[in-house]
Each structure stands twice: as C-alpha cells, then as structure tokens.
C-alpha cells in the first residue's frame, strides 16, 4: 500500500514541478531553469547523503555495470527540458496525460522485450488493453464538446 501511495506523490510531484519550472522558465530561459532545478536537486542530494549515507562512497559509483545505467542525470536533464516545454506550450493537463500515454508504452516495452536489465514478462492481451483504456481515458478527459 506504502508503494502506492508513493507512486501516487511522485506523480504529483512531477506535476507540481513542471508547473513551477515552466513559471522560472518563462521568467528567466530554459537552460537557466534547467540547471537550476538541477542544481538545487543536487545540493539537496549531497545534504541527504551526508546526513543519513556518508558511509557510501561516490567511488562506488565506478563499480556500476552496464556504464549507461550512469547516463540517469543526463536524462534528467531531458526531462526537465521536455517538460517545461510541453507543458509551455499544451498546458499542464495535457501535457502530463500525454506523458503518462508514453510512459505506460515505454514502460510495457521495456518490460515486454526485458531491455536495461528489467525483467522480461510474455505478451498478455489484458496489458495491452489496459494500456488502451488508460489512453481512451485521457482521451475523454480532454474531450472538447
């Protein structure tokens, strides 16, 4: 249940935060908004870390196999990026609900086909149908009468 409800404050986090990147974004520039989200995610990682994970070395972080798995702040990057974008331009609604669509796709594939080390599951229809409600679902919500 702990799981749940954490995935559920992730998800509204991630709305929260693109609505107040988006705002920095339009007072100051994308890249400025960028690294300052980023920025500000890092000091606050290194507090955390010094406070409650010091015994961790970042020299671990060498020892991390397959090397891509390293290329995650990259990726933040690009999210944040993406993000303000879209929600700039399609408004926070819409541009969250097509960014679930694609994270659900992704996500089935990466599961379907076992890439980056996850677990590989069979095919099943009743996935590939939830996937198809959740997306009709978005659709509706957004429906213009």
């Known amino acids: 249940m702990i799981s749940i409800l954490i995935a559920f404050l992730s ?9 107040f990147n988006t705002g920095v974004t339009k ?3 994308l890249w400025v908004a960028n ?3 980023q920025l500000t995610g890092f000091l606050l990682c290194l507090v955390i870390w010094a406070v409650k994970e010091r015994d961790h070395s970042f020299l671990t972080l060498m020892k991390v196999e397959p090397k891509y798995f390293l290329l995650g702040g ?3 990057a690009g999210i944040t990026m993406t993000v303000i974008q879209s929600m700039n331009n399609l408004g926070p609604a819409k541009a969250v609900m097509l960014i ?3 994270q659900i796709i992704i996500a089935y594939l990466i599961e379907l086909f076992g890439l980056f080390g996850a677990e590989k599951v069979p095919f099943q229809w009743s996935k590939v149908f939830g996937a198809a409600v ?3 679902g978005i659709v509706i919500f957004k429906w213009k009468t």
């Open 100 to 102: 679930v669509i694609s």
């Open 134 to 136: 959740t997306i009709v």
């Open 11 to 19: 998800g509204a986090l991630m709305s929260i935060q693109g609505v």
């Open 27 to 29: 007072q100051t520039s």
């Open 74 to 76: 990259i990726l933040g």
């Open 35 to 37: 690294s300052f989200v």
